[in-house]
């Protein structure tokens, strides 16, 4: 009986309703995301500069709307102040010589004081009443729209660059930073561009989130290389699941994004079951190691010949 | 082939499972439903409250909340209640969550929840409690008093020119005062910039120690307790977080501590003058109440302050640093 009331206090049509704002904010996480997939996939580069990165983009983007500057604007500068921490993080990794995650840890934790700076304060307020932003809670219809566009122009231009010179030259270093030494690539100067363009994407995440939410907030970047990761991964592993091996580059980005989407909507969903909400992490937490533990298990089921191979290799050794 | 056939398998099992989900809770659904839509005296309220954290105060303020509304309503009011868990962006998802499902009302529990749900709806009455400073936490430039919009609310400032005075009658002697805070709390810097001022006119010299979270904390307690001869605390969530390394650190330095309100007070400081934060959620209950059945219009509700101030001190520290205190202070009961 307990289990029928809980049900009957469930109103699905609540559920639906509550889908556009879900997704809003899901395409924005997505633009982020789409930074930590060239970092964490394409450069195979833990980047933890983004948690302090994606509050800069913010930070800066609500300081200079409130100093009368138009939104776009704001978010060029955005861009900019990310590009600039990920520069920081790249140097302090290929001239200094610091290991790429403590590299990013701490730009990251510079990174809250000049956040703080910036905002002159932990919190700063813009009031969609008093300036035009560009996405906003207020109309989620439009903002839908806005981050849609948003995400598909940098789609397009992230799969023109990583197919020119240049970013192939990033993707080989990914994937293999002494062969592609060996062919005369500067991995040193890919890794720093790499970084660069993450941390922009990700500020400029940061910058539309503070304009959808109405504020920015010191502690707005915490925990996003988490969201970040895991959109990427969730992205990952339904683009296997849909595509499989047709799968090309384009379609991978377009997944990230919707990763970003699922992720929201997950935690749309366990907010609507109403679970007590001191278990909302530990749910999320869970519903992302699923979708982390399909591609280990299906690859572990995929591989039974070679484990069998080598199997007999030692066997015979 | 056969894992794509497995993983399809898989994914429409679940939508089908999803489904009728959703179709035995509609069902179950539709007499509520029609109960909801008749106007008449026994109408219910469904009230959405959006916390930002789990933190004593801002869950004895969502307590005092609740307890009031429903001393009124009784079973004609429901609560949706959400906690962001700490997570920013979440109070988004929050907010958006309540806006869709047309809730009569939306308390939000601390600033961030707050500038969410404003950001969020324009039409729904909204109640903000544990926030300090309106006018800074919505954006409004000319602060009066009242929001002019579908927002007021309760305000957790602390009477600072009473706590001011009272450091004062404690230790008229002492010269250099610390205020200690997060970096990452604006309610705090406000406190911090209006007792500074209050002090200094007093005669005393004020410096901020500020940390960025728990892990900091130690070093930055340490520099204050050595460089200062009292310490202030404001209400700050961090700072009532991490209340026993604070005691850790000053005790034995012999630093007395003046804090903002009663739950530090009690963890670390010497005295308090303070506010109730279930007094303050049972105010904005009050104010609710107000909204929902008798009409009142929150753009024309000015914003109010906690009900009354209680003196009060710690008598364990006090007695451990030979603080002697004036008769007119209530000792915290022990927990």
């Known amino acids: 009986m307990e289990i029928l009331a809980y049900f009957a206090s469930l109103n699905p049509l609540n559920l639906i309703a509550s889908l556009p704002g879900n997704v809003a904010q899901g395409v924005i996480w997505g633009i982020m995301a789409l930074g930590v997939f060239i970092t964490f996939r394409l450069l195979d580069f833990a980047d933890l500069t983004v948690d302090g990165s994606f509050a800069t983009g913010g930070a800066v983007t609500v300081v200079l709307i409130l100093a009368g500057a138009p939104a776009p604007v704001a978010l060029l500068a955005a861009i900019v ?40 304060g932990a919190n700063k307020a813009v009031n969609v009443d008093k300036y035009t932003l560009i996405v906003s809670l207020r109309n989620v219809g439009s903002s839908i729209i806005t981050a849609l566009c948003f995400a598909s122009v940098l789609i397009m231009l992230l799969y023109w660059y990583f197919g020119t010179e240049q970013g192939s030259a ?68 339904l683009g296997e699941a849909f595509f499989a091996k047709h799968m090309n580059f384009v379609i991978r980005f377009i997944f990230v994004v919707f990763g970003g989407v699922v992720y929201y909507l997950v935690v749309g969903l366990v907010m609507w079951l109403r679970m007590p909400t001191d278990l909302l992490k530990l749910l999320t937490a869970v519903i992302v190691a699923i979708f982390l533990a399909v591609p280990y298990l299906r690859s572990k089921a995929k591989n039974s010949f070679k484990l069998a191979g080598k199997r007999g290799l030692r066997e015979n050794a | 082939m056969m894992k794509k056939k497995t993983i399809a398998l898989l994914l429409a099992a679940m939508l089908v499972l999803s489904l009728s989900a959703c179709g035995t809770a509609k069902t179950a659904e539709s007499p509520a439903a029609s109960a909801e839509a008749s106007p008449t005296a026994d109408k219910t309220y469904t009230v959405g409250i959006c916390q930002l954290v789990q933190h004593p105060a801002l869950d004895a303020a969502t307590q005092g909340f609740k307890d009031a509304l429903t001393e009124k309503l009784g079973d004609k009011v429901t609560y949706d209640e959400q906690n962001a868990a700490g997570d920013v962006p979440t109070c988004a998802i929050i907010a958006n969550q309540f806006v869709s499902s047309n809730v009569d009302l939306i308390m939000a529990n601390a600033t961030p929840a707050l500038q969410a749900v404003q950001t969020a709806t324009s039409t729904i009455p909204v109640l903000g409690t544990s926030v300090t400073d309106y006018g800074t936490a919505l954006g409004i430039d000319d602060w009066s008093g009242t929001t002019g919009t579908n927002i007021s609310g309760t305000s957790d400032l602390a009477p600072l020119d009473q706590q001011a005075a009272m450091l004062k009658e404690l230790f008229p002697d002492a010269k250099n005062v610390g205020i200690l ?33 728990s892990n900091d904390l130690q070093t930055v307690v340490t520099s204050a307790a050595a460089e200062s001869d009292v310490i202030y605390l404001p209400t700050d969530n961090t700072v009532a977080s991490n209340t026993e390394i604070i005691k850790n650190v000053c005790v034995p330095a012999g630093v007395p501590i003046v804090a903002g309100e009663e739950g530090i007070c009690s963890g670390c400081g010497v005295a308090t003058l303070s506010i109730s934060y279930y007094d303050l959620g049972y105010a904005t209950g009050e104010m609710a109440y107000e909204i929902l059945v008798n009409g009142a219009d929150p753009a024309s509700m000015p914003i109010q302050f906690a009900p009354k101030y209680t003196k009060e001190y710690n008598a364990d520290i006090a007695a451990t640093l030979g603080i002697s205190i004036p008769s007119d202070y209530v000792a915290i009961a022990a927990e």
């Not at chain 1, 790249?90 to 840890?105: D, E, F, K, S, V």
Request: glycine content about 12%; overall charge neutral; charged content about 10%.
């Open chain 2, 181 to 213: 805070y997060c970096s990452a709390e604006p309610n705090s810097k406000y406190q911090s910039s209006v007792i500074t001022k209050l002090l200094t006119d007093m005669g005393y010299t004020c410096k901020d120690y500020t940390f960025s979270d």
């Open chain 1, 81 to 120: 102040s990310g590009i600039l921490a990920g520069l920081v993080t790249g140097l302090l990794h290929t001239r200094l010589g610091i290991p790429g995650i403590l590299a990013g840890i701490l730009t990251q934790i510079s990174l809250w004081s000049v956040n703080l700076l910036i905002l002159d």
């Open chain 1, 170 to 237: 990033i993707r080989a270093t990914g994937c293999n930073p002494h062969m592609s030494k060996a062919q005369g690539i500067n991995i040193d100067s890919m890794k720093v561009l790499a970084l660069c363009i993450s941390n922009g994407l990700v500020a400029l995440s940061g910058g539309l989130m503070a304009q959808y939410q109405g504020f920015a907030d010191i502690k707005m970047g915490q925990g996003s290389i988490v969201i970040g990761l895991a959109a990427v991964i969730i992205g990952d592993v």
